[in-house]
């Protein structure tokens, strides 16, 4: 049965979503969305950070309304929450204060449903994801896997047309993520879940590949559709057969290569100390890496000629190639190497980063962070604006909040404060939360 045949469960037309930042400039997060969810299909929305994905989902389930656009459930235009769809959060996002039954509740009791079938469907759910026995527990008594467990389970037990789930196994262990996604293909392919369509978030190539039917590829700042691939192969999925391998190789080679195109456009036309235009601390996250992992990464390219391709660099080192991405982007950022058609090259100022000794390499680092890392940009023309030249972590953190949630914040400050010790652009004092500029950092920028 093809897409056109299918009924659709959920339709989303030129969906555009803009923020305001802090000084009242507008920030483009989706532009032009439109696609189509039918009965029967499992589609992941794969991207980078900064393409929208989770915002898009939210639009989805009406929980923050489109810009401009429409997004309608089985042809009716959304004003509100989406009826007809549950969604599972990467957080688990469980009230500790309730039992496993009570999290499950929660959702048929909003919807008025009575205590004795509220109760019924519940334990239902629980034994279908594998948790009879714990209905009694609280979510600090159990796993990381257990408690998305619960999660599935909430948003399972209202027979949701469509199942939203926004990076589900993102922050789950490695062994733990592979168990519960196989048990949800297997859940699926039995028709057992009472779902009649799955839309996931994720941003790692092979779980795209390994689940979805369809896998819509979204852009960078800001986030719109630039591939739509099918994926015709039989489940369970094979990660080591050609034709997967050859899917991810794809799939890689458009998140690298067309946007390459884009970043090249924009590096060309630098401004006064050599930063993108267009680049924000928002627009332009920073990777979350540490300035030696991406050295290693460094020093193995140039071990291996100064270029390869980004899979064989993976398969050598026993990696997924996910696991490579956030030091490719990292590296790519600073201007130390750069992509295309999914190899990697070292650039000549990453060939003089690697060679130099670790008082010049930190000085290197620190002129390529302060040109190229937007938020370590922001962080230390702040600070040298200030008088003592320190600020508490909170304003940065307020800063940060206008574009990512409340943890990606965090997680972006972290990696910047990582970065600007290395480059001793600034301390950080822990008891405190300040962070203060270093004697010189200003001639960096």
Known sequence: MTLTTRSVIIDVDGVTKTFTTPDGRALPVLDGIGFQLAEGEIVALLGKSGSGKSTLLRCIAGLIAPSTGTVAYR?????????????????FALLPWLTVQQNVELGLQARGVGEAERR????KAIDLIGLDGFEGAYPKELSGGMRQRVGFARALVVEPDALLMDEPFSALD?????????????????HEAPVKSILIVTHNIEEAVLLADRILVLSSNPGRIMAE????????RDRRTPRFEALVDTVYGILTGREEAAAAATQAAPVAGGARPSATPVSAPLPDVSVGGMAGLLEILVAR?????????????SFEIDDLLPLVDAAAMLGLARTHDARLTITPEGREFVAADILTSKQLFARHAAAHAPLVRAIVQALAATEGHTLREGFFLDLLRRGFSLEEARRQLETAVDWGRYAELYDYDADDGRLTLEPGAQAAL
């Open 120 to 123: 019924d469907r519940a334990l």
């Open 229 to 236: 691939l099918t994926i015709e192969l039989p489940r369970p």
């Open 174 to 190: 490695v062994l733990t993520a592979e168990n519960l996604r196989s048990e949800l293909v297997g859940l699926w392919e039995e």
């Open 75 to 91: 042809g009716t235009p959304l004003t509100g929450s989406n009826p007809g769809v549950g969604m599972v959060f990467q957080s």
């Open 305 to 317: 000629g100064g270029e390869d391709g980004l899979a064989e660099i993976a398969d050598e080192l």
